[in-house]
C-alpha cells in the first residue's frame, strides 16, 4: 500500500510539472487551454458511455483511441441515418434511438468492462475454487477469500433473510450478481479502466434481474393466485381500485431504488476524484497539487471501500425483497390452513 501511494503521488506529481513546464515554454495551445477550463466536459467525458476506448499515454496530452465495433438494426427504412448531434459539443454525427426506430446493439467502453469483469470473475474462480473434494479446508489466501465471501452471502445474506428452507435455493443468484458488481466496480480503480456500474443502464438492467428473481419467488411460494391476490392488500374489494395500483407500483420501486443506489454512489466518488485533481489546472497553479492530490488519494481509498460496500448493499437488499416474496407465500399457506381448520372444526362441532 506505501508502494502504492508513492506511485500515485509521484505519477501526478509529474503530470503536474510537465504541464507547468510547457506552460512556461510556450508549448501549451489552445486546445489544452480549453481543455483546463472545461473541466466539467472532461470529467463527464471520462465517467460516460462511449464507442471509443481510449488509452491516454502518461504524462502527456496524448492518446491512443480504439474505435468500437457499432451495431445498429434498423426496425424500419433510413431509421439508422446518423445525423447531427443536437447537444453540440463537437460530437459530430450520433444516431438515433430506439423511439426513432433505430435499434443501437453497438459494443461500447462499459460492455466492454462488463465483459472483463465477468472473464475476470470466471477465471479467479477457476484458480482459487477447492476442487480437491477430500479437503474441506481450502489451501491459498485467494481460496480462502472466496470461501469466506461465499459463506458470507449464504449464511448472513441469504439464510437470514431468505430463511434456512427457501435460503439456498437463492443463493446461487445472489453470489453471482455479488460477485459481478464487486468486480465491476474494482475494474473502474485501474488505470485506463472503466466503472461499468456508473452507467445507470448497467445498474437497471440488474435490478431488473432481481425484480424477475423475486416475482418468480413470490409466484412459487404463494401460487399464481396467491400472488395476485397479494396485489389487492388483503383489504375489502370496493378498496380494490385504489389498492391494486398501489401494490403494482410499489412492485417496482424496489428495483428503481436498487437501480439509483448503486450507479449514483459508484459515479459520484470518481467525479469527486477528477474534480479534485482538476482543481490543479482549474487554479492554473501547480502549488495546489500538494492539497488535491492527498485528497484525490484518500477518495480513492474510500471508493476501494465503497465498492465492497454497493456489491454487499445491493445483494443484501436483493436478499430481503425475495425473502418479501417468499414470506408472502408462506402467510399465504398459514392463512389458508388456519381457515380450513376453522371450517373443519365449525362442521364437527355442527356435527
Known amino acids: 500500500m506505501r508502494k502504492a501511494m508513492v506511485l500515485f503521488a509521484c505519477l501526478f506529481a509529474g503530470t503536474v510539472w510537465a504541464s507547468s513546464q510547457a506552460g512556461e515554454h510556450g508549448v501549451a495551445n489552445e486546445d489544452k487551454d480549453a481543455e483546463g477550463e472545461d473541466v466539467a466536459g472532461y470529467i463527464l467525458h471520462h465517467v460516460s458511455d462511449s464507442n471509443e476506448y481510449e488509452f491516454e499515454v502518461p504524462l502527456s496530452h496524448n492518446h491512443i483511441p480504439i474505435h468500437l465495433p457499432q451495431i445498429l438494426i434498423p426496425l424500419k427504412e433510413g431509421a439508422c441515418t446518423p445525423v447531427a448531434d443536437p447537444h453540440g459539443g463537437g460530437h459530430g ?19 466492454v468492462m462488463m465483459w472483463l469483469a465477468a472473464l475476470l470473475l470466471i477465471g479467479s474462480l477457476m484458480i482459487w475454487s477447492n476442487r480437491d473434494k477430500t479437503k474441506l479446508v481450502p489451501r491459498g489466501a485467494g481460496a480462502n477469500l472466496f470461501e469466506m465471501l461465499v459463506l458470507f452471502v449464504r449464511d448472513e445474506l441469504a439464510i437470514k433473510n431468505i430463511g434456512k428452507e427457501e435460503g439456498p435455493r437463492y443463493v446461487p443468484y ?12 474494482l475494474l473502474g480503480l485501474f488505470p485506463w479502466m472503466a466503472t461499468a456500474t456508473g452507467n445507470i443502464a448497467i445498474t437497471c438492467g440488474l435490478a431488473l434481474c432481481t425484480f424477475f428473481v423475486t416475482q418468480a419467488a413470490g409466484i412459487r411460494a404463494a401460487g399464481l393466485g396467491g400472488y395476485l391476490k397479494h396485489l389487492t392488500g388483503g383489504v375489502a374489494p370496493w378498496l380494490w381500485p385504489i389498492m391494486i395500483p398501489v401494490e403494482f407500483l410499489g412492485l417496482f420501486t424496489k428495483p428503481f431504488a436498487l437501480t439509483i443506489r ?4 459508484m459515479l459520484a ?22 492539497v488535491s492530490v492527498p485528497f484525490a488519494f484518500g477518495i480513492y481509498l474510500l471508493e476501494l471501500f465503497v465498492a465492497f460496500v454497493q456489491a454487499y448493499v445491493f445483494t443484501m437488499l436483493s ?3 425475495i425473502g418479501m416474496s417468499v414470506a408472502m407465500g408462506h402467510h399465504h399457506d398459514e392463512h389458508h390452513e388456519a381457515g380450513h381448520s376453522h371450517d373443519h372444526g365449525k362442521a364437527h362441532h355442527l356435527g
Do not use: W
Request: charged share 5%.
Open 93 to 111: 454525427e450520433v444516431y438515433p434511438g430506439l423511439g426513432a426506430g433505430c435499434l443501437d446493439l453497438s459494443i461500447t467502453k462499459h460492455t
Open 174 to 185: 445472489l453470489l453471482t450478481a455479488f460477485f459481478f458488481i464487486l468486480f465491476m466496480n
Open 262 to 265: 448503486l450507479f449514483a454512489n
Open 269 to 290: 466518488g470518481h467525479i469527486v476524484i477528477f474534480f479534485l485533481l482538476g482543481l490543479i489546472f482549474m487554479l492554473r497553479n501547480p502549488a495546489v497539487a500538494l
Open 319 to 321: 436478499a430481503l425483497f
